[in-house]
């Protein structure tokens, strides 16, 4: 299980209707995309420097703008990795069949992506909260393209809130979509703030007190009320 | 009332102990300060070019030099003149003494806030989450600077928090460090947020969802429990 500073796996996944590439092109294309990744979670877009990213990916300018058009490309093309790749990380956790507490299938998202930071020293942050706050300073295409991201994990958590109302671990009277709204702007936060503190407690303190006050009093997870 | 992303007024506090400086001097440093808080709250650290900051302070490169020995004393002034500035503000609403129920004092903050980035177009954000998203980009001493102030706001709002458990707004079992904690963490998020999105709802969603959560059934700002 990898976190959400993780870096997907080398193969990118095959866009449908596209032919396939050559596998060495696909390898680097892959190796761009990873060093890109890497770069931006830790430093933004701003501060990122593209020949720091050639460099670590092993490739030449000509590599790079035969896989991307320029740097803002280069940027969209990221975002629409990690959104998927986190997807995926989402999904694993708020879809695990082996948990049927659904507020403990998000408590253990949350635990999941602290380890994630945690392997790489909380230097690195979520992309999209890294580029979302840079966003006056970015092109605008980038704009759309976040919120879409956040508006698609707000969607996966939500689903996982209906089930947790289902159950009757939540209220009746909350709105999962509301609720998974209140999630992702909290813990874009959180990230933010572990990433400036450099450890897991400010991720610990918003999950644990959103759960805390969403859950139904007696429910495990919620603090004596 | 000005709001978070609004500029401190253009005669900067005089330091105890050091000389008063010349009119002149203290015009100019004041006009670096209001430009560079523009930019940054804008723009972030890494994207904030300091010629445009110069023009806009209609400063010469050697005016700037006289008054910060760098970008990052530049910077750091600029983190020391927002965070006294963002302190008398954050007062102003928490310790209004025209009204008496604390948990209004603390969402009253919220909308005010609200109103300052409303006039600003949601542009501009809060200087210290811009640059703890940037911190692995900045030179480290930002960084105990940045949780510092944070530290110095969020004990602001635990006084209120107190007051609120107190006066039976909150339950007894709230802890108020750990509450006003939380609500920075989250609070931050929702400026990003609001800030990317362009609209104040970021910061709604998140605010009063932190007060329903918190305040006792029958409580004015609660929602139906």
Chains 1, 2 share one sequence.
């Not at 006056?136 to 919120?147: C, G, H, S, T």
Request: glycine content about 8%; aromatic content about 8%; proline content about 8%.
């Amino acid at each position: 299980m990898t976190g959400p500073a993780a870096i997907p796996p080398s193969e990118p996944p095959r866009r449908r209707g596209r032919p396939p590439r050559a596998p060495q092109d696909s390898a680097s294309r892959a190796a761009l995309i990873r060093a890109g990744l890497e770069h931006l979670t830790e430093r933004g877009y701003a501060a990122a420097a593209l020949d720091a990213i050639l460099a670590q990916a092993g490739a030449s300018k000509s590599v790079f703008y035969h896989h991307f058009a320029s740097k803002e490309v280069f940027g969209l093309a990221l975002v629409d990795e990690y959104g998927a790749f986190f997807a995926r990380f989402l999904d694993a956790a708020l879809r695990d069949p082996a948990q049927p507490s659904a507020l403990l299938r998000l408590w253990s998202f949350a635990r999941s992506a602290e380890a994630g930071m945690a392997r790489h020293g909380f230097r690195r942050g979520c992309l999209i909260g890294n580029l979302g706050q840079e966003m006056n300073a970015l092109p605008e295409p980038f704009r759309a393209r976040l919120i879409a991201t956040l508006r698609d994990w707000e969607a996966r958590t939500a689903a996982c809130l209906q089930d947790a109302r289902m159950a009757g671990e939540i209220g009746p009277h909350h709105d999962p979509a509301a609720l998974a709204a209140r999630f992702w702007i909290g813990w874009e936060g959180a990230v933010l703030r572990a990433k400036l503190e450099r450890r897991a407690a400010p991720l610990r303190i918003f999950t644990d007190g959103f759960i805390d006050g969403i859950a139904v009093p007696g429910h495990p997870l919620a603090a004596m009320r």
